[in-house]
Structures are given as structure tokens and as C-alpha cells.
């Protein structure tokens, strides 16, 4: 999030796809050893709070959770099976990822484990599903914000992580904005500074 | 700051200045060595970063602007003079203090070099006296946030220092929302951790 409240830039498209000026709110991440593992530069990326912040997000995930947007740029229905997400042929899940989307589509398998699954029941269908899939292990809701704030208004997130990045962003998706966080049962129960961001953990009571 | 963006808490009164919550807006600064100096406790008060920071905020400064809010709760026009400020026979100012309002009323003088001036010609006019008052030195606009907001918006601000607290409102004045801050020439050029605080520096470009 930025200091101005947005968790997102604004005019998300297929060459934006966090919004414009929204990869300056991710710059703490692309700086890390696990994103650079990620994209095959094992040997690059640092090692310090934002990584270990970074890390512990995809440690005991069982399943994902993604909002449309979030998955890709197209609107409407799915003109044909092309759009893969953004990530390429092996994106950095390697679990069950529902897609909350209000068009149904077949289930995408892609390298490394990682399977779209569309979810065309609400959130908390996609939800139940996710739970299911994860077994023991966690569900992690990826974004986009409008996907955060729809679960986080139905206060069924247990754990926020929130990176706050010292920029300012003008304009795009407020993250916050007409929500009562501690009416809605959340409380801040941790913050470590980190080397680009600071890392605040928010918990359901 | 709160993280949900509130620069106060709702509902002020003469019961709570800083509005409901408002005070835990500001517990890094109550911690610190300089304001336990300011009441008297000068052996107490912790000597980090936060201390750091809120010193610098008070050195240099050769007047202050403040709204009419920040100086009281009093409403309309000004019953009578028995309101001198929330900061009692000594206010931590030590210089011309100048009171946007709409209601003239004629200058308060208290214990310590504190003067309070009050300002119905609007804050460019204010601004102006200000400077005038301070010389050489700085003017600092100590708030509250609907003071901060129409500096900003008309650009009159060239460096802000902002407090982002690790804690959630729900309510209250929001300091940022619906201003471009980067439309208006700010950047954040320096961002230090706290103890209790992430201090975040602003220009005006």
C-alpha cells in the first residue's frame, strides 16, 4: 500500500497490469531473493526483512485465492482460452488457484502444479472450495483489492500482511477507504520496518 | 497516520482533543525525551529515533500556523476569552502562534513567549504573517489535518513530516484521501523506523 492508501495504480491493462505506477508499490518484493529465485536468478535478490516477509506469505500455502482482475486484464466473458494469467507457463503458485470470476470457464493446468480453478459461486463458495483444496495447510487470498476488501468486509480474513511502501501514488484502488477495520473485528498485532517497506500483520479478534 | 489514513479521530470535544482514538495517533511522540520534558519529567522520555524526529520538528521554527480546531473546541463565534488553548498557562510553542478562524478575536499572550494570533483573512494571509514573524526562520503548520489538507492543495507545504502509526481508527479525519499529492509536486524523499513509528519525510518538488 502507499502512503496515500492505494493498493493498486489506477487504468490496470495488459501492460499494466498492477496499475500505472502500481510496480512502484511492489518494489520491496522484486528486490528479494525469493522473487528473484522465482524468475531463475537463484544467486541474486537480498536476504534481509523483506525477504524473510516475503517468504513466510508462500510457506504452508495449500490453495489461493484471486480476483478476476488479478488473474488478467480481460473483462467480460472469456473470449477463448488464451489469457493464461500473467505469469507465464509456470506461475508462482504450485497450488489450487481460484479465480472469483462471474463467467465460468474449464480449469487451466499449468506447470509446476499450479491450476486455475473459476469460481463463478462468490467468495465465499470460492472460499469453501480453497479450504477444501488446502486441507491442513493455509488459503492464501493474493488480490487484487477489490477481492481483499470483499473478504475482509465479510471478515473472513484471519491474517493480513500489509507492506507500506514510502511512495505516494496519486490515484488507483484505496485499500482502506470506508472500511471500520476494528468495527469489523481487526487489530494491528505486529510491525517489523523492513529494508523498502514497512511489514504491519493485522489480525481478526 | 493511522494505516486506514486517519490523521485524528472523530468526534472532538473538549474531552478528547484529538478526537476518539485520536491519542493513539500520537503515543510515539508521548514516549519521547522531548515531550516528557515539556511536562516537566525531563529525566523521562526515551532517546531514539522517535525523540529524533520529533526534535527536529521543533528547531528552526520561528512561528506556527494552527487551525482553529487544533486550538480548540469552541465553535462560531468566540463566547468570551476564557479559552486559551489545550496546552494550559505554558504552551510548548514559544513563538507568535497564528489561529486560523473565521471569528477575529484579539492576541493571547501566555507564560513562556507563546502568542497566540488570530487570523480571518485565510491561510494565504496567515501563511504571510507567518513568515513575516519567523525571519529567518521556519514556519511549521502544526495541523490538524483540515489545516494540513488546504496547505497542501494549494501547494503552500515544502516538506511534510508524517508519522505512520502501526494501528487501525475506523473512523475520523482522513489526511490524504481524495488529494493527488504527486499531482501537487510531492514525493517522499526519506523514510526513517521508529520505535513506535515509521517517519516518512515529503517535498514539495
Redesign the interface.
Given at each position: 500500500m502507499s502512503?496515500?492508501?492505494f493498493g493498486a495504480g489506477p487504468n490496470q491493462d495488459v501492460e499494466n497490469p498492477l496499475g500505472v505506477g502500481g510496480p512502484n508499490l511492489m518494489d520491496w518484493f522484486f528486490h528479494t531473493r525469493i522473487w528473484q529465485e522465482m524468475h531463475g536468478n537463484a544467486a541474486q535478490g537480498e536476504a534481509g526483512v523483506d525477504n524473510e516477509m516475503a517468504a513466510q506469505g508462500f510457506t504452508g500455502i495449500g490453495a489461493w485465492i484471486l480476483g478476476r482482475n488479478m488473474f488478467g486484464p480481460v473483462r467480460g466473458p472469456w473470449p477463448d482460452d488464451s489469457w493464461k494469467g500473467w505469469w507465464g507457463e509456470e506461475p508462482p503458485y504450485h497450488t489450487p488457484v481460484f479465480v472469483l470470476t462471474h463467467h465460468a470457464r474449464a480449469p487451466l493446468r499449468m506447470k509446476g502444479n499450479t491450476e486455475f480453478r473459476f469460481v463463478t459461486g462468490g467468495l465465499h463458495a470460492a472460499l469453501e472450495q480453497a479450504r477444501a483444496a488446502a486441507g491442513e495447510r493455509d488459503v492464501r487470498i493474493g488480490g487484487g483489492v477489490a477481492t481483499i476488501r470483499q473478504y475482509l468486509s465479510a471478515g473472513l480474513i484471519d491474517e493480513l500482511h500489509?507492506a507500506?511502501r514510502?511512495?505516494?501514488?496519486?490515484?488507483g484502488e484505496?485499500l482502506?477507504?470506508g472500511?471500520?477495520?476494528?468495527?469489523l473485528g481487526?487489530?494491528?498485532v505486529r510491525?517489523v520496518?523492513g529494508e523498502r517497506a514497512?511489514h504491519?500483520f493485522?489480525e481478526k479478534r
Amino acid at each position: 500500500m502507499s502512503l496515500d492508501g492505494f493498493g493498486a495504480g489506477p487504468n490496470q491493462d495488459v501492460e499494466n497490469p498492477l496499475g500505472v505506477g502500481g510496480p512502484n508499490l511492489m518494489d520491496w518484493f522484486f528486490h528479494t531473493r525469493i522473487w528473484q529465485e522465482m524468475h531463475g536468478n537463484a544467486a541474486q535478490g537480498e536476504a534481509g526483512v523483506d525477504n524473510e516477509m516475503a517468504a513466510q506469505g508462500f510457506t504452508g500455502i495449500g490453495a489461493w485465492i484471486l480476483g478476476r482482475n488479478m488473474f488478467g486484464p480481460v473483462r467480460g466473458p472469456w473470449p477463448d482460452d488464451s489469457w493464461k494469467g500473467w505469469w507465464g507457463e509456470e506461475p508462482p503458485y504450485h497450488t489450487p488457484v481460484f479465480v472469483l470470476t462471474h463467467h465460468a470457464r474449464a480449469p487451466l493446468r499449468m506447470k509446476g502444479n499450479t491450476e486455475f480453478r473459476f469460481v463463478t459461486g462468490g467468495l465465499h463458495a470460492a472460499l469453501e472450495q480453497a479450504r477444501a483444496a488446502a486441507g491442513e495447510r493455509d488459503v492464501r487470498i493474493g488480490g487484487g483489492v477489490a477481492t481483499i476488501r470483499q473478504y475482509l468486509s465479510a471478515g473472513l480474513i484471519d491474517e493480513l500482511h500489509l507492506a507500506v511502501r514510502p511512495v505516494l501514488l496519486g490515484g488507483g484502488e484505496a485499500l482502506f477507504a470506508g472500511l471500520d477495520l476494528p468495527a469489523l473485528g481487526y487489530e494491528c498485532v505486529r510491525h517489523v520496518a523492513g529494508e523498502r517497506a514497512l511489514h504491519v500483520f493485522l489480525e481478526k479478534r
